[in-house]
């Protein structure tokens, strides 16, 4: 009587190793490109976000210097010593600007600076002071005041003005001076190369008759009416 047998055949060593490395190199080029995909869509979100805020940051400080009231003086130029800080502007007597959250629409002085950010870079932050400090109170506020980040992530910022005399644009504005009618920002956002340049118009101060003149100005007397000749003089002459 005979016996058959059936033989039976499976994988061998060789073919599982190459089996294994296909599912590897599989699985590494899936994960290579889920993780591609994920780095650019939070690429492209922080773009996004940067550009929305950079948009809303531009339209608030457009809107606020186009509605200066008239009592507002603007100062400004390169804070820090040596000329290596970062711009700044400085607004006195603007009751209402900036003045959300504040609990009131104060009347000191509000300062837009280009402050040092943790990190590397810059970021324009708002300081509100009272304008009852004195100069070292206000030193101290500057220093250790509640400041609140409006724009962060740049890597410069430079406010200039506008000089009408001299018709061209300047780097300071002394405090005192009539406003300048136009202002200019200049930032470098991390990460870009392309400088960002925005010019914001002021409003000129006028006076009850539509002359325009500076805020501290003092109100001349008007000239008087010079004697008009009567009709009998006139008269007269002939």
Known sequence: MMIYRRKIEGFTLFEM??????????????YNTVGMAMRATAILTEDTLQSRRLDAFVSLLRRTLY???ASAQLSGGVHGEGGEGGGELVLRDAPGVFAWGSGGTSAGTVVLAARQRLGGGREISLLHLSGSLSETERREALEGGDWLRLMPDLREAQWRFYDPVL??????????RERPPLVELDMELLGEDIPHKYVFWLPPVKNTEGLVVSPDAEA??????????SREGERRVQ
Do not use: H, K, R, Y
């Open 17 to 30: 190793v190459v089996v294994m490395a296909i599912f590897v190199l599989l699985a590494f080029g899936i």
């Open 167 to 176: 018709d061209d644009w300047v780097d300071e504005w002394a405090d005192g």
């Open 220 to 229: 001349s007397p008007a000239p008087s009416p010079s004697p008009t000749p």
């Open 67 to 69: 509605n200066l009231p």
